[in-house]
């Protein structure tokens, strides 16, 4: 079994290869590359680095960030959702109120009947529960 160090490694990393690309009809060449391991090795890390690097701008710098989410951590923003939330929870209860409103005119006076039960207790709304999120 053959041992790998570290001046083999490098070795066989600086070994040079051709590639080369010809013409399948003229058997011509058209392009011929000498590489090596190494050199193929940082072109690849070095492509790779900068599609990372651009990615990343291309979120920080643009609004696309906008559509990560958790990405906003804008107060205002998140103090604007919370009254908003706060006015849809009053107009639900709001329109709560005016369908037994309405059904309370429906079933009575509308149809005739006089003969309503005078309730004395109290009408129970129920509370609406206001999210801290």
Do not use: H
């Not at 060449?29 to 599609?51: A, N, Q």
């Amino acid at each position: 079994m053959a041992k790998f160090g570290t001046g083999a490694t490098l070795k066989r990393l600086r070994n040079r290869y051709r590639l080369v690309v010809m013409n399948d009809d003229t058997y011509e060449e058209v392009v011929t590359f000498k590489l090596s391991r190494l050199s193929v090795y940082i072109m690849l890390s070095t492509v790779f680095v900068l599609l990372v690097g651009l990615t990343v701008a291309l979120i920080v710098f643009t609004p696309l960030k906008y559509y990560i989410p958790g990405a906003t951590t804008d107060y205002k923003s998140e103090q604007e959702l919370r009254q908003m939330k706060y006015q849809v929870d009053d107009a639900q209860k709001q329109i709560m109120l005016l369908q037994q409103y309405n059904e309370g005119l429906r079933n009575g006076p509308l149809k005739g009947k006089n003969t309503v039960a005078l309730d004395t207790t109290q009408l129970v709304v129920p509370e609406t529960d206001i999210s801290n999120d």
